[in-house]
């Protein structure tokens, strides 16, 4: 079965870096772009950031560029999102997502406050 397990997520502070990561499996994982979405309190879920199935190409919201840096392990079978420079408006649930699959992790929590 198609599974993501999304870790990572926790409180920091305005201007702190987190590193989320999900870990997948039960698909050939390698094959597909990967991307990371996050959805805030009563807002719609949103894109942040995807990356290609070999990792060469990655590509992201204008809200995150600069600050966000996606990356992926075929082998382990897992995506990171590198988060620098957090802000109280990336505080969301963040999920990652296989392009095309219709199946999501579970979230993890990412908050950005004093």
């Known amino acids: 079965q198609v599974k993501f397990v999304d870790s990572g997520g926790s409180s920091v502070q305005p201007g702190g870096s987190l590193r989320l990561s999900c870990a997948a499996s039960g698909f050939r994982f390698g094959a597909y772009i990967m991307a990371w979405y996050r959805q805030a309190p009563g807002k719609e879920r949103e894109f942040v950031a995807n990356i290609t199935g070999d990792g060469a190409v990655s590509y992201y919201a204008a809200s995150v560029r600069g600050r966000f840096t996606i990356s992926r392990d075929n082998p382990k079978g897992s995506v990171a999102l590198q988060m620098n420079s957090l802000k109280p408006e990336d505080t969301a649930v963040y999920y990652c997502?296989?392009?095309?699959?219709?199946?999501w992790g579970q979230g993890t929590q990412v908050t950005v406050s004093t």
């Open positions: 997502k296989a392009t095309s699959l219709k199946f």
